[in-house]
């Protein structure tokens, strides 16, 4: 509790997050911004000079413009998302001294520390919306095997069919235009995670510096 840093299975977590998000850090940016602009896609599909557009930035989305194998990869991407969340989730945590320092920002202080708080503060306040778009996105790209997983749950399809319901609705904040709002600002955090996820690896890499302290 006071000191994470030194438990062991911390420290495994740490690099798992640190090289998943290295190697994932572009595909990331790449779905954080689309999925942002494809949120209006109803509204920007009603002017027909858009129409080629918007759809060709919906398989860019959905299918990397690839068809089925480049949903597959998406599937990977999202299982990559989900790693992340929860691996951060712990290795987040920075000590019972030091919580509150670690849901903010301290705007003045240099710029290595700066991005390190912008990191570690946008994934606590984005965890949920971050984990939400990972496993909808999972969903997506896996339906057979969620229903799969639905129907052991759940056979007699009492709660499944709703809550499968909610997850393609939820992906794109379908719920009127404040959450839509919500969710293409939200949309773009997790392309800022990932580059300053990424400046923090190389900064790493570059001058073998550990993490940074509370």
């Not at 840093?5 to 779905?31: D, N, Q, S």
């Not at 918007?54 to 990977?76: P, Q």
């Not at 999202?78 to 030091?98: E, K």
């Not at 503060?121 to 496993?135: D, E, H, Q």
């Amino acid at each position: 509790m006071e000191h994470p840093e030194k438990v062991w299975v911390r420290k495994c977590l740490f690099y798992i997050h640190l090289f998943v998000g290295a190697g994932a850090g572009l595909y990331i940016v790449l779905m954080s911004i689309t999925g942002s602009l494809i949120v209006y896609r109803t509204g920007l599909e009603r002017a027909p000079s858009l129409v080629s557009s918007v759809e060709w930035l919906v398989d860019l989305h959905e299918n990397l413009l690839f068809g089925m194998n480049g949903r597959f990869v998406n599937g990977i991407g999202a299982v990559c998302v989900i790693v992340l969340c929860l691996t951060g989730a712990v290795i987040w945590w920075p000590g019972i001294s030091h919580w509150r320092r670690a849901l903010t920002v301290n705007w003045r202080s240099f710029f290595a520390r700066f991005t390190w708080d912008l990191h570690s503060a946008l994934g606590f306040w984005s965890f949920l919306f971050v984990l939400m778009w990972g496993i909808t996105g999972f969903y997506f790209c896996f339906p057979q095997t969620v229903n799969a997983l639905f129907g052991f749950v759940d056979p007699n399809d009492k709660y499944a069919d709703r809550v499968l319901g909610w997850l393609s609705m939820a992906h794109f904040g379908r719920f009127g235009w404040f959450a839509e709002a919500l969710w293409t600002l939200f949309g773009l955090i997790p392309a800022v995670l990932s580059l300053t996820g990424v400046f923090l690896c190389c900064r790493r890499m570059i001058y073998k510096v550990p993490p940074a302290r509370p």
